[in-house]
């Protein structure tokens, strides 16, 4: 958790944060000895510099926090106090949304999936899983120090109290065990009566010489030592259930480590910037000196390196009412990012070469299945995806050759009609093309992709994130 008096939540400043709840009542009797009176609610707001008197001088935290008398949803005063606090005192963010643990989550249905086809599980009547019968087993088979038979990629054998513990992080567990259990009913369909070998759980590393880029959650190893893997999903309704390639644009771009192609994105992230800066209008005296005095060439090419540096244009955007992480300059920068990234990605360096584009496919392959410089072992994988109430499903990709001949194709004469569409305003674009696999055969491609920020408390850094569902034919 971040904790600063410059932290702000989706472009609006927010210094205020929730302690524990022994700390705010400490406070608040040491507020009483001090004879203050009709505080409605003491808030913590964290400041560089306090004022007044510290109540609380012996602890050694580095965290200040201004106490705050909030009278009214507008209306506050500042108190002549303030305490000094460590960051385990400090619980979140004050009106922010408490978040479940969604790694837990994903945890618990992931690793499910390969248990339930090793130990079977408690059914009802009407055969589905008996849930309470289910956690109740489990938390009396952590005290026998027993193994479950499921492997992690490190081939280290899990034991029932580490499953145990899994469940009890995930804040939605019943929900986790249904879907866990239907994801086992669809691998063991989708197995068809092979020979299993071994099964993991691959949080982690993958076994054997798979690739640790394989996205399967769950592998498992047949008896002729091949691998089948799954990637696991959650499904809500209308959700996208299509694997997602996530990353910073640099970081993407640095996967093939082609350094030019890298160079020409940062010139990219420079110019986009510059275009922004110059967007801004002379009438907005504060604005307009500070981000003309901006040096953009100075930051890192990071998604939150320059936290401080584009905290204090925000403060100057401020002076002039403009919000510097929105329209005020932040979506301006992005606009004009995606734009010039459009305009890269369809370049031609002559009537028939895609340099650009044909990298960019490559790393999507790099992303999909695997690095194309080197072998590993096969593991071909599908997309698990679990829904509450409903079987899970199973979704081919890395055995889809259209899609793998698509990515990694160097013949630019099968492309045609290569193009964007973007709307000047959104965070996302679509690149359309035709690929002719033959003159008869032809396919309509389409790759949606989105550009943002995904940096807690405001944006930070200039490089921005960027996802892709993936190639769409159509």
């Not at 691998?187 to 993958?206: E, M, Q």
Request: with cysteine.
């Amino acid at each position: 958790m971040t904790v600063s008096p410059d932290y702000s939540m989706k472009g609006v400043s927010n210094p205020y944060y929730t302690v524990e709840v022994s700390v705010s009542n400490s406070v608040k009797a040491k507020l009483k000895i001090k004879k203050i009176k009709n505080v409605k609610e003491l808030l913590f707001k964290c400041v560089k510099k306090p004022n007044g008197e510290n109540i609380n001088p012996t602890s050694k935290g580095k965290f200040n926090f201004q106490l705050v008398n909030k009278i009214t949803s507008t209306k506050e005063l500042s108190l002549p106090y303030y305490v000094t606090l460590i960051s385990k005192q400090i619980t979140g963010h004050y009106g922010a949304t408490t978040r479940k643990d969604s790694t837990a989550s994903s945890n618990v249905n992931e690793y499910l999936t390969v248990f339930f086809i090793k130990n079977g599980a408690p059914l009802d009547k009407q055969r589905n899983i008996d849930i309470k019968t289910f956690m109740e087993t489990i938390s009396k088979a952590q005290f026998k120090n027993t193994t479950t038979g499921i492997y992690t990629g490190e081939e280290e054998e899990i034991t029932f109290g580490q499953l145990n513990l899994l469940v009890d992080k995930d804040e939605s567990p019943e929900r986790d065990i249904e879907i866990g259990y239907n994801n086992a009913i669809a691998v063991k369909k989708d197995l068809a009566g092979s020979k299993i070998k071994k099964l993991y759980w691959t949080p982690r590393k993958k076994p054997g010489n798979v690739s640790p880029k394989n996205p399967s959650d769950v592998v498992v190893q047949l008896e002729n030592k091949s691998y089948v893997g799954y990637s696991n999903k959650i499904a809500g309704p209308g959700e996208d259930v299509t694997p997602k390639f996530n990353t910073n644009i640099t970081a993407y771009y640095s996967k093939l480590e082609d350094s030019k192609q890298l160079k020409n994105i940062e010139k990219i992230i420079d110019k986009s910037w510059t275009q922004s800066a110059n967007m801004v209008l002379p009438k907005n005296k504060n604005a307009y000196g500070a981000i003309q005095s901006f040096d953009i060439s100075k930051e890192l090419f990071s998604e939150s390196a320059s936290k401080q540096a584009f905290s204090n244009l925000s403060k100057s955007f401020s002076k002039d009412k403009l919000n510097f992480y929105a329209d005020g300059f932040y979506y301006l920068f992005r606009n004009n990012l995606i734009e010039n990234f459009g305009k890269y990605l369809t370049a031609k360096k002559n009537q028939s070469e895609f340099e650009n584009f044909k990298y960019f496919l490559k790393t999507i392959y790099f992303y999909t299945y695997d690095d194309p410089r080197q072998k590993f072992d096969s593991c071909p994988y599908k997309l698990l995806v679990g829904r509450v109430g409903q079987p899970s499903t199973l979704k081919s990709v890395s055995d889809n050759k259209n899609l793998q001949e698509i990515l990694i194709n160097d013949n630019d004469k099968i492309i045609k009609d290569l193009s964007y569409t973007y709307d000047g305003n959104s965070q996302s674009f679509s690149i359309t093309f035709k690929y002719f696999k033959t003159a008869k055969d032809i396919l309509n491609i389409v790759i949606p992709i989105t550009m943002r920020t995904r940096a807690s408390g405001g944006w930070s850094g200039k490089s921005l994130y960027i996802n892709t569902p993936g190639v769409k034919i159509i």
